[in-house]
T-cell receptor, first 112, second 113 residues
Framework: EDKVVQSPLSLVVHEGDTVTLNCSYE??????LLWYKQEKKAPTFLFML????IEKKSGRLSSILDKKELFSILNITATQTGDSAVYLC????????????FGKGTHLIIQP | NAGVTQTPKFQVLKTGQSMTLQCAQD?????MSWYRQDPGMGLRLIHY???????DQGEVPNGYNVSRSTTEDFPLRLLSAAPSQTSVYFC????????????FGPGTRLTVL
């Protein structure tokens, strides 16, 4: 059974801090790992990672995948209150159901 | 561009009632999926479809039926609602070759009393 574990489950930091969110996985026939941001509505896509060691970057957000150690991190620098959200990690595998396997998410709260 | 649409946005049912959650996409995506999201549980796959006429079960299929008669539509049917089905339901779609990038609908918040 595919498994995705995110940590921490919740995190409270102050505006301007840098945060690192973790995602580890155990899946058969790994295809890709995705990060989503969810703010009280549908998840919105952030990054898709398929290769180890190649950083994906979008503004203050960046992410990297380690396929040997089976984990990914999502970094957010100079956090803003608008970064407050649940961040979801999901893995696509070829081991069965076509849908994604999601972790439980990290609830990030940025305090002013 | 509508993307993925879901109706209704909110629904309250009594135990034992049946209903259908509607999902439609206008992107000609082959793959469509239904997820439910419960507090502290993340998103869990209920059913999915890889094309018209083809459906399969996900992680939590019991109590739900799906069909895919067209590429655009993928309704989710609750046969006999139970309080355990109180949840937020998301429909998603993606294209073959689109990697894992899924597009999500806005969600349906269902309460079963």
């Amino acid at each position: 059974e595919d498994k995705v574990v995110q940590s921490p489950l919740s995190l409270v930091v102050h505006e301007g801090d840098t945060v690192t969110l973790n995602c580890s996985y155990e899946v058969t026939n790994f295809r890709s790992l995705l990060w989503y941001k969810q703010e009280k509505k549908a998840p919105t896509f952030l990054f898709m990672l398929t290769s180890s060691g190649i950083e994906k970057k979008s503004g203050r957000l960046s992410s990297i995948l380690d396929k040997k150690e089976l984990f990914s991190i999502l970094n957010i620098t100079a956090t803003q209150t608008g970064d407050s959200a649940v961040y979801l990690c999901a893995v696509e595998s070829g081991g069965g159901a076509d849908g994604l396997t999601f972790g439980k998410g990290t609830h990030l709260i940025i305090q002013p | 561009n509508a993307g993925v649409t879901q109706t209704p946005k909110f629904q309250v049912l009594k135990t034992g009632q049946s209903m259908t959650l509607q999902c439609a996409q206008d992107m000609n995506h082959e793959y469509m999926s239904w997820y439910r999201q419960d507090p502290g549980m993340g998103l869990r796959l209920i059913h999915y479809s890889v094309g018209a006429g083809i459906t399969d079960q996900g992680e939590v299929p019991n109590g739900y039926n799906v069909s895919r008669s067209t590429t655009e539509d993928f309704p989710l049917r609750l046969l006999s609602a139970a309080p355990s089905q109180t949840s937020v339901y998301f429909c998603a779609s993606r294209a073959v070759g689109g990697g894992g990038t899924q597009y999500f609908g806005p969600g349906t918040r269902l309460t079963v009393l």
